[in-house]
């Protein structure tokens, strides 16, 4: 049973435009979502993340808008650029799971000079 | 640059083999984990520990053993591993062993099993 799904599993975008990566969740109790990005031969890194009290956070060319009525997250880059080509995963964690991330499938974002 | 090393970078081991994985991170982050993700797929949870205790265990084979012996270091002993062992593992480390804070991943070991 998938908790976080990235049904997605590739994307492709201009330079310059908007890349959308969308994520969904099941368990209505998770309260802690996150991005992570991964280069091939690298450990996933950090990008944002948004607690289930907020609706949006924007790091510079990074936004996460959640929707927990849908249970859906998506991460927006705004200019996208060809360095961010790489894999990106959702994680969700909840309060009862004591730092336990459950991560979904990835999405491989492909961005065109 | 990561702030969580892990060594070494590759592993290639027989079954009958002893080894370790190392992890070190000097963030002050009080919770640490072990991550196993195969090709294609997203990283697994296997321990994690939280103020040098263990506080999950993935129902991870006694294969595996973790360490770890202060809150800079986690180790991962491995013994009698089997071919699909194989995998990238990961170490994380976060500032407590709660949710609401971000896990920082160093960048794997590669670990063959022949």
């Known amino acids: 049973d998938q908790q976080v799904k990235q049904n997605s599993p590739s994307l492709s975008v201009q330079e310059g435009r908007i890349s959308i990566l969308n994520c969904d969740y099941t368990n209505s109790m998770f309260d802690y979502f996150l991005w992570y990005k991964k280069y091939p031969a690298e450990g996933p890194t950090f990008l944002i993340s948004?607690?289930?009290?907020?609706d949006k956070n924007e790091d510079g060319r990074f936004t996460v808008f959640l929707n927990k009525s849908a249970k859906h997250l998506s991460l927006h880059i705004v200019p996208s650029q060809p360095g961010d080509s790489a894999v990106y995963f959702c994680?969700?964690?909840?309060?009862?799971?004591?730092?336990?991330?459950?991560f979904g499938q990835g999405t491989t974002l492909q961005v065109k000079p | 640059d990561t702030e969580v090393t892990q060594t070494p970078k590759h592993l290639v081991m027989g079954m009958t083999n002893k080894k370790s994985l190392k992890c070190e991170q000097h963030?002050?982050?009080?919770?640490m984990y072990w991550y196993k993700q195969k090709a294609k797929k997203p990283p697994e949870l296997m321990f994690v520990?939280?103020?040098?205790?263990?506080?999950i265990n993935e129902s991870v084979p006694s294969r595996f053993s973790p360490e770890c012996p202060n809150s800079s270091l986690l180790n991962l002993h491995l013994h009698a591993l089997q071919p699909e062992d194989s995998a990238l593992y990961l170490c994380?480390?976060?500032?407590?062993?709660?949710?609401?804070?971000?896990?920082?991943f160093g960048d794997g070991t590669r670990l063959s099993i022949l």
């Open positions: 994680a969700a964690s909840g309060s009862g799971n004591t730092g336990k991330l459950i």
């Open positions: 963030m002050g982050h009080r919770a």
């Open positions: 948004i607690s289930s009290i907020k």
């Open positions: 520990y939280s103020y040098e205790k263990l506080s």
């Open positions: 994380a480390s976060s500032h407590g062993g709660y949710s609401n804070q971000p896990q920082h």
